[in-house]
């Protein structure tokens, strides 16, 4: 049996801002989240949403969205705490220029390219001069407000496009590369299987999904137990990816060769998984 992970790497560096103390969180997450809950609610989907370019648009918010983020996506104040490079770059410890650039090296420019869900700070900017006017970049999010903010902060770049969509019902493939930049960890595992298996089949023969999320980090990693805290506390589905390869979540997983790298102690990674090709040799399973 092939390792899924096989060719693996480690890239790391233990160092980073800090933010807040390692026995409390809230500074960083969780306070935020308190100061978001007397803003005004988002309407449901459907509700004064974009306009949709998707063939599968769904009617509504899925609950693990409402139960657990609602702070942190469906709230227009939300918006402007967390849409700057700085706080992103924060609550990943640094790591989001590395993060982009490990992300961006996967792409050629001219390619087409599939984003399933909006980011916030620059990811999605970055992305589209990366692929240039000759590429096209497709930008899905299920909430209709991150949209509209995609929307706005993308009208340079007329080769993207951002529409409301399900990363587990995406359309408008086939895509040559397809990001997948910290959505998976905020789904709950039936979720992270139909997410990983749409995203699979957007790309034809040679093209690859590049997934950047979180990890388990090395035993020492002096950041284990606070993030250990905060995904107790914010986060119910993002140990997952302590516990498992996100290959393992694939049901056609042998249909690709899967690579990963892991960065910051282990705490991110970044696995490109790329379809095979007819021929390519040693079709061996993971
Ligand atoms: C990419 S993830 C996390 C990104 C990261 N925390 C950041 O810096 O923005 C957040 C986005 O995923 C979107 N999302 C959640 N579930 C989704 C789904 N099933 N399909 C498409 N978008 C989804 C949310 O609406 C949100 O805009």
């Known amino acids: 049996m092939l390792d899924p992970t096989s060719g693996r790497t480690n ?9 807040g103390s ?22 449901r989907l459907g509700v004064g949403a974009a306009k949709s370019q998707s063939p599968a648009r769904p009617d509504r918010l899925p609950a693990y969205l409402e139960d657990n983020y609602r702070w942190a996506y469906l709230r227009p104040a939300s918006l ?20 982009k650039r490990a992300a961006f090296v996967e792409l050629e420019p001219g390619q087409k390219v599939l984003q399933a869900a909006c ?8 992305l589209a ?30 080769h993207a496009q ?51 999320d979180y990890h388990q980090p090395v035993r020492l990693h002096p950041l284990k137990a606070l993030m250990g805290a905060v995904f107790d506390r914010l986060e119910p589905f993002a140990k997952a990816l302590w516990r498992r390869e996100i290959s393992s979540f694939a049901t056609s997983a042998e249909e690709f060769t899967w690579r990963k790298e892991t960065y910051f102690g282990g705490l991110y990674q ?12 040693n079709r061996s399973a993971p």
């Open 270 to 281: 970044k696995v490109v998984a790329a379809r095979r090709q007819p021929s390519d040799e």
């Open 22 to 43: 390692p026995s409390d969180p809230r500074p960083a997450f969780g306070a935020v989240r308190g100061a978001l809950r007397s803003t005004t609610d988002l309407p």
């Open 119 to 126: 980011v916030y700070g620059d990811f999605s900017t970055h």
């Open 11 to 19: 890239s790391d560096g233990l160092t980073g801002p800090t933010l």
């Open 80 to 99: 402007k705490i967390f849409d700057r490079n700085l706080v992103v770059s924060a609550i990943l410890w640094g790591c989001y220029g590395r993060l």
């Open 129 to 158: 001069g990366v692929i240039g006017p000759e590429g096209s970049l497709d930008i899905i999010d299920i909430v209709p407000l991150q949209v509209a903010n995609s929307r706005r902060k993308l009208r340079r770049f007329p």
């Open 162 to 212: 951002v529409r409301v969509a399900d990363a587990a019902e995406p359309g408008g493939g086939p895509h040559e590369v397809v990001y997948c930049f910290f959505l998976l960890h905020e789904l709950p595992d039936q979720h992270k299987r139909h997410v990983i298996d749409a995203l699979l089949d957007q790309v034809t023969p040679g093209g690859k999904v590049v997934f950047v």
